[in-house]
């Protein structure tokens, strides 16, 4: 037993521990990160929750409960859906601008979601991969 939250996915969950390793070790400031949104109280949203770096929607009724209404989450869920499925470069590159996201991740949440593997796999060509480990892959937005 430990008080420590994160414990459990270094054993259960190899790499996205690692990935969250690896940004909590290399990005500095708090750029915008892009990961599976989905229902509370799951391991989506478990990126921005253990290295602090915003994402675009972790946990939409959870934004709910606090705003009092599912506007917002009710934009951007289907936007990251899209980033996620689409095969298409400029589809995808247009909303991670949108919410000026830096890195994203393609993990075990991802595949869960049902992302297809060639549209999670689109990113390599215009992405830099920065980790890649244990089926957890960052991609950073080239400069």
Known sequence: PTLDGIAYMAKYQP???GAIQWLNANVTGSPAILEASGGQYSDYG????F?????????????????????EPGKREPDID????TLDKGTALNLL???NVTYVIVGRMEREKGYEA????????????VYDKQGTVIYRVRE
């Open 82 to 85: 899209n980033i996620y499925k």
């Open 46 to 49: 478990r990126i921005a929750t």
């Open 118 to 129: 060639t549209a999670l796999a689109k990113f390599r060509g215009f992405m830099d991969v």
């Open 15 to 17: 790499g996205d521990y």
């Open 97 to 99: 601008k949108k919410y």
């Open 51 to 71: 290295t602090g770096l915003p994402t675009v929607l972790g946990w939409g009724g959870h934004e709910l409960q606090w705003r009092g209404n599912y506007t």
